[in-house]
């Protein structure tokens, strides 16, 4: 863990509602600009998105395969993935520098979050080597993409609790053709949006354990 991570202090936002890609998207660029000009705090933003498509940097359109849903360019790291209603995403926003090696550990951190959370509710997901993200017999539950500026992390994870799998048919997730992506529903596990965002929190305390998290009122917009 990098030196800047002791003692630094991460506000937990829980935003209720679907929020806008490009809305939030935006909010990130201009909390990390703040972290980088000042040097804190971090961000751990909870929240789910309405129905979007979103292009990364190794993304192509050509992997989208039906427009009707919106499609919006993003910076984070990976391809294409679709958000919306039914699936959790958590944004973690946090200082990496000086440890130059702490980008892989990061993105390893994340995957542990929402392995170790899906464990705490029977099911047993693991990481692929190649390819991030988290899987459940090799179909995948959750999708993780990062963007680092200066030395500060953002972008994250998206849980499917209980999305509409049919919005994955339209494109080629995360540019893995043949690959099925599945949710906690499919797999038969119920949990509440405001269950599963509790247990990631828990787990982002023994991912992180010399942050301090600090709750913050959340605006909705």
Known sequence: MGAQMAGSIVLLRKSSGCLDYQSVLMAQRQWVERMVATGGPGLFWLLEHGSVYTVGRSGQHAEILDRAIPVVPTDRGGRVTWHGPGQTVGYVLIDLRPDHHAVRAHVYRLE???IQTLAGLGVEAERESHHPGV??????????????RHGVAYHGFAVNRDPDLKAFAAIV????SGRGVTSLARLGVTVSRTELEERLVLAFQKQFPLVRMMEEPCPES
């Open 173 to 176: 997730p995360c540019g893995l």
């Open 135 to 148: 899987w459940v017999n090799g179909e995948k539950i959750a999708a993780l993409g990062v963007r680092i």
């Open 112 to 114: 542990e979050m929402v």
